[in-house]
């Protein structure tokens, strides 16, 4: 998962300095992409089952040590990321890459009208994964 983040990292860095015009829509799949996979090796059974096999061990810790404190945010994460599906996750990913590409045209423009529609767009898929 790790490795994965790490590439769409890169990626987004590349698309805010390097990435020639006309190429957001591919990068926008590849970022997609990148997080849906992610998304689906965290949301995996097993990953549900591991954490479920740590609550002995937090249970033995302080409540407010780090280690506790990493596993119920583990958790949490856990349990609300299994309720988004990998495509929403990546219709998402691949949106904000749009967007990103929307503003960049538009801002040394002061074409606001442009990405107005494209923030609603980021407001309503924002609502929809809360």
């Known amino acids: 998962m790790h490795d994965l983040h790490a590439a769409s990292a890169v990626l987004g860095w590349d698309q805010m300095t390097y990435l020639p015009a006309g190429a957001g829509g591919p990068r ?3 970022l997609a992409t990148l997080t849906r996979l992610a998304h689906e090796h965290f949301t995996d059974d097993r990953i549900g089952v591991l954490l479920d096999s740590l609550g002995p061990f937090e249970s033995s810790l302080p409540s407010d040590s780090d280690e506790a404190s990493l596993l119920r945010i583990a958790r949490q994460d856990y349990r609300r990321a299994v309720r988004v599906p990998g495509s929403f996750m990546a219709t998402f990913a691949e949106h904000q890459s749009a967007s990103y590409q929307a503003w ?3 801002r040394p423009a002061n074409d606001w009208e442009a990405v ?13 994964y809360a």
């Open 28 to 30: 926008g799949r590849h």
């Open 116 to 128: 107005t529609p494209i923030l609603e767009r980021t407001v309503d898929l924002s609502r929809e």
């Open 104 to 106: 960049a045209v538009a």
